[in-house]
């Protein structure tokens, strides 16, 4: 075993964790540390753009664009962080610019922007060009921008160290002084734990899209953040609200970018009807995500969904010239090739929603602190980007904006953590903390060999998720897959796994990371349970709209103490938390 | 049953095909095992639409789980899991069997030139190390605009097709110039340079020329078009170190 001593250090090293490096790094020593390479981090899979009300190429202001963020989240955003996020998204973008990013341009020269799902002019009235984007790879360009800069400015990466725990003095449950005090790793290469103490730990490690089965998330987006967090005590905001992206390549979840409908593609059912001009008149194919995915697996439900099993609607780009795709969706379009065999330019393409992202997570304030409880912070703690749940995106997140919350987030949580790390001094660490993730590691690799497989407990468990918790779900549904999560979990305690080495022992790191993914979709199933109405991306068929009066709050998920009973035989206890609402009151959704 | 339940998801795309039975032949290592370096032979059933990614994972999750390689996105975009295939260069999540001979064993292989650590690990360090050589970062002098730096759409495209660059390595180890010479940075290094010299907004230039005129630098380039062919983005690998060759002589982007 080692020990490092940083003044901070960065869990993920996406873009919420190498922006907040590229902060924290000038001020504090820093160390980032990631199971995997930077450049492989899951940002870099995003397409569409990036939002920011520079106004480049029509009105637009930062106040529209805080009002489609609090609507388009069905009112549950903290109106705060909105704010926050939609005023510092202009510095974001033009920060990003000037550390290289290639953006699109206008003739003029300037950063182009074009339309995006639910971002309008003048509160509702009609689409507005907002997003800033590089073709079809904006995320891409972002992930290698910040890499870039991360290079020339010589931070310090640990790359395939994969973090197993968050260290802190006390239990923040309890313990009214507890404080961040480091994290535990364990050294892909040759199996070594690392300890890494530090003043100020920042959580960056990304989403958690592999608790389901259609998913556009990476093999790797294993929630292993937010489920450590919860382990030690931390809890968990609106884990029930999960985005599923309306186009995914039907049948494998690889998404294709709403770019292609903010260019003018269009969804057509199998009798090529442009159904959304009858779920959202106005806004149609470019309506709130959760809206369009509802909309497409209704019209597949209802019998007018394409293809030999009807499951599957088109995303129709064939009125659009080739030169035109081949200038804004140059990758999507050749996803469409590889994986389906489909020629966008003449054929439209096959398309069902995905799992995509994670609306909730490690609960923060605007600075990033990590809160342990509806109020109070944990000193040392932050977290920014999809493992963070601000709460910018409240029941559903409007496209474009998880790039933005990761550069305006990441940043401030950088800041905050080397401004934390310059008032404090290096807590002090019991010998033994890393205990617990060496008895972890040591029953998964010394287990006598089962029938049973860690893989098939996976599958299991995203067969169960996509079938019960995703677009649509009811009390029974949700039941379903608390017991099936239940028996799996049972599994889980026995299985063994067949890689017993120290090396590169990805065998045991996928079983590690099975572990975090049942915990978090106990959490997901029973937070739909509980919520007992439909808003943003949680729709309950036995409860069909908003509750205002009993849910507008957040879901603030604990995990019992040991005398504690937990809900529905788990050790989950669930509480709220406010929602911050500054200028808007909540009204009804309509596009 | 759940290994079929998973397949399930591809039989609804478009394009319906059967499913096969297809063996891989896989190079297998661990420094810490006594078996050595061998190819060993895997027989798993697949579908149509599945990569070889999909295989590797049919493997290492239902019949060896010590099979060891990086894989992350699945999609091409994240660069992880360039391997040998065939004999050629390529990601194995962009890679589909059917467009293999299912006939004969598919060789996988890791990527040559880089020391293999375990399976189809091989080590990124001296990869990545070239890379940082080159300034791969934006270097722009004179006082920084309030708003954006302008530039036009033609000055954007002129870099255009080396932004695509994942970093996957598929070109870099398809190089024999590199399989002999560890020390050359490689087309991948020479790819991210140009990305920057051509840049509008750049001004270290000159001093990129200046490290890739240099004995390790873009005259070890045989133009064998390998890293080309091996570039799973499409990038133009060998016309983007012809450009940068040519600025060198010149002294002129």
């Known amino acids: ?591 | 049953m759940t290994a079929v339940a998973e397949k399930s998801q591809t039989e609804t795309g478009a394009g319906e095909i059967p499913s096969f039975e297809v063996t891989l032949r896989i190079s297998r290592f661990d420094p810490d095992s006594e078996k050595g370096e061998r190819w060993e032979d895997f027989t798993v059933t697949m579908q149509g639409t599945d990569r070889v990614l999909d295989a590797l994972h049919e493997i290492k999750w239902h019949v060896d789980g010590s099979l060891t390689f990086r894989r992350s996105c699945a999609h091409g975009i994240c660069g992880s899991d360039a391997m040998r295939i065939n004999g050629r260069n390529r990601l194995a999540c962009k890679t589909l069997l059917k467009d293999l001979d299912i006939n004969k064993p598919i060789t996988v292989e890791p990527i040559k030139g880089l020391p293999v650590e375990k399976d189809l690990i091989v080590d990124m360090e001296p990869f990545f190390d070239s890379y940082k050589e080159v300034m791969p970062f934006l270097v722009a002098g004179g006082q920084e605009p309030s708003r954006e730096r302008l530039q036009t759409a033609e000055q954007r495209e002129r870099f255009d097709d080396t932004t695509k660059c994942i970093l996957c390595a598929a070109c870099t180890s398809s190089c024999p110039v590199f399989w002999t010479d560890g020390q050359y940075f490689g087309p991948a290094a020479i790819v991210n340079a140009h990305r920057f010299i051509f840049d509008s907004r750049d001004d270290a230039g000159e001093q990129r020329l200046e490290i890739l005129n240099s004995k390790e630098g873009v005259w070890r380039c045989r133009t064998t078009f390998n890293c080309t062919e091996a570039c799973p983005r499409g990038i133009q690998v060998t016309k983007a170190i012809a450009e940068v060759k040519q600025a060198v002589i010149t002294g002129r982007v």
């Open chain 1, 1 to 591: 075993m080692q020990t490092h001593n940083y003044d901070v250090v960065i869990v993920g090293a996406g873009g919420a964790g190498m922006r907040a490096a590229l902060e924290s790094s000038k001020h504090a020593r820093t160390a980032v540390v990631t199971k995997l390479y930077p450049t492989r981090s899951h940002t870099g899979a995003a397409q569409g753009g990036m939002c920011a009300a520079l106004a480049n190429v029509e009105d637009d202001n930062w106040e529209w664009h805080t009002y489609d963020t609090v609507k388009g989240g069905d009112y549950l955003v903290d109106q705060d962080a909105a704010e926050v996020m939609a005023k510092e998204a202009i510095d974001a973008v033009l920060d990003l610019e000037k550390m290289g990013l290639p953006f699109n341009r206008t003739p003029e020269g300037k950063i182009d922007q074009r339309r995006f799902g639910g971002h309008t002019r003048d509160h509702g009235e009609a689409p507005v060009r907002r997003s800033c984007y590089a073709a079809d790879r904006t995320g891409h360009m972002i992930l290698q921008t910040l890499y870039q800069n991360c290079v020339k400015q010589d931070v310090e990466f640990f790359n395939e160290y994969y973090v197993l725990d968050v260290l802190m003095t006390g239990d923040p449950r309890s313990d009214e002084g507890v404080r961040a005090s480091g994290v535990v790793t364990y050294e892909l290469a040759t199996g070594e734990i690392h300890i890494f103490r530090a003043k100020s730990v920042v959580f960056a490690s990304g989403g958690f899209g592999k608790i389901f089965k259609t998913t556009s998330n990476a093999h790797t987006l294993t929630g292993d953040g937010p489920a450590m967090a919860f382990r030690r005590g931390i809890p968990l905001e609106d884990m029930e609200f999960f985005q599923f992206h309306p186009t995914g390549l039907a049948g494998l979840g690889i998404l294709l970018s709403e770019a292609a409908r903010g260019e003018g593609g269009i969804l057509r059912n199998n009798e090529m009807e442009r159904f959304m001009e009858r779920y959202a008149p106005t806004l149609k194919d470019l309506a709130p995500r959760d809206v369009v995915a509802r909309a497409m697996a209704n019209e597949v439900r209802e019998g007018r969904g394409a293809g030999p099993k009807k499951d599957y609607v088109y995303l129709d780009l064939t009125h659009l010239e080739p030169s035109h795709i081949d200038a804004k969706l140059p990758d999507i379009t050749e996803f469409a090739r590889t994986y389906l065999g489909v020629e966008p330019y003449t054929d439209p393409i096959p398309v069902f929603p995905t799992a995509h992202y994670g609306m909730g997570g490690i609960p923060t304030n605007i600075r990033g602190e990590v809160l342990r409880n509806a109020t109070d912070v944990i000193p040392g703690l932050y977290a920014a980007g999809e493992t963070a749940c601000v709460s910018v995106h409240g029941g559903n997140r409007l496209g474009t904006n998880s790039l933005l919350d990761i550069n305006v987030f990441g940043r401030r949580a950088g800041i905050a953590a080397a401004e934390h790390a310059d008032e404090v001094d290096l807590p002090e660490l019991p010998e033994g903390l890393e205990t617990p993730t060496v008895e972890l590691l040591q029953r998964l690799r010394d287990r006598p060999a089962t029938e049973d497989r860690i893989a098939d407990i996976r599958i299991a468990l995203q067969v169960t998720m996509d079938a019960n918790v995703q677009v649509f779900r009811t009390d029974e549904t949700c039941r379903k897959a608390l017991a099936d999560i239940k028996d799996l979990k049972k599994r889980y305690e026995t299985v063994a796994i067949q890689d017993k080495g120290k090396r590169y022992n990805l065998d045991l790191m996928e079983a590690v990371e099975l572990g975090f993914l049942l915990d978090l979709a106990e959490i997901v199933a029973l937070g739909a349970l509980e919520r007992k109405e439909s808003r943003g991306g949680h729709f309950r068929e036995d409860f069909e709209t908003r509750d205002d009066v009993n849910f507008l709050s957040h879901t603030m998920a604990y995990r019992t103490l040991p005398d504690e009973e937990g809900l529905e035989g788990t050790t989950i206890r669930m509480g709220t938390k406010p929602v911050v609402i500054t200028r808007y009151e909540p009204k009804e959704r309509t596009f």
